[in-house]
């Protein structure tokens, strides 16, 4: 029988799995100190792909991969060295440990291969549930707050405050811990407040692929946790119901570049990570980019697509 995705409290150990894309046209950016709340209601949140959660039975173990026996079919699921395997209660798993036959539940990206039998890759794999139990749930951080002599982590629905006893699991280290992770946090209890708060006796940090973060609004831009400097005209606009971002200023704190050509001036080019390029025509529906003063502006959700970054609306 399928076991309950719920959170556990009480007597038993509770487990929540947090989880769970001519230089002188525009100004160039610098960074300072990070701002105030951000706020996001006159502008609609772009949509972010979540990781998907699948439920099967082990079917067998070959090398570095399982397949999993789920309800439409079989999946061969790819482990990479940054995978997790977690028992019920936390404990760390190999994959020899899997039997045929054992319940599972598998987190990762949402991408399958359409062959026989399907392929996919897991982030992370929750086994030996006992039966009737509540299993994980998958989150993605949204937020993390780093302290002196603590580091809270939000997700959208807990708050998670973490302490020098709390046992780290996975190969991420809380420094390396950002938004867009995710996270399996093993704690006794947890508070009624809305969202629920919990201290948690382990924690488990998995990467969620993401290249890095932005948190913005029409005021401000943050990268990577840090403020831009931005000019008046280079600030974020909304049109349409769409944040606009200052795209030289977002791209060059991640070091990506930014041209624009005299003898192409409907268009600027982007190079990603010194290699890619991509060609933006402003003022098409396309894109939805356009040039205001002397800076261009694309979409927010456009920005995430083409650089790999996610979007922390929750500060």
Known sequence: MKPNI?????????????????QAAE???????????????????????DWSCSYGSVSSVEGSSV????EDGDTLYHLSEDSLILSFSGEVLTLDQLQPGDGVYVYGPPMVMLSLPAQAGAALIV??????????????????????????????????????????????????LQPGDYVAAWYPSSTKSIPAQAAPEKLAILPGG?????AADTGSVLVDGTALELTPQSLPQIRDGALMLPLRPVLEAMGDQVFWHPDRPREVTVVLEGD???????GEEEWG???????????????????????????
């Open 289 to 315: 980019a356009y040039a205001s003063d002397g800076v261009t502006f694309l979409p927010l959700d456009r920005i995430l697509s083409l650089t790999g970054t996610y979007f922390s609306h929750h500060t």
């Open 127 to 176: 086994a030996q549930i006992p039966a009737d139990a509540a299993a994980p749930a998958a989150e993605r951080v949204t937020a993390v707050d780093r302290e002196p002599d603590a580091l809270t982590v939000y997700t959208e629905r807990m708050t998670y405050h973490v302490s020098s006893s709390t046992e780290l699991l996975g190969r991420r280290t809380l420094e390396q």
């Open 27 to 49: 100004p160039s950016s610098s960074a300072s100190a990070v701002p105030s709340a951000i706020q996001t209601a006159a502008f609609s949140l772009p949509e972010q792909e």
């Open 276 to 282: 890619m390029a991509f060609r933006i025509p402003l």
């Open 6 to 22: 719920r959170v556990l409290a009480g007597a038993a150990l509770s487990c929540a799995v947090l989880a769970a894309a001519c």
């Open 210 to 214: 993401d290249r890095g973060w932005i």
């Open 67 to 70: 397949l999993v026996s789920e």
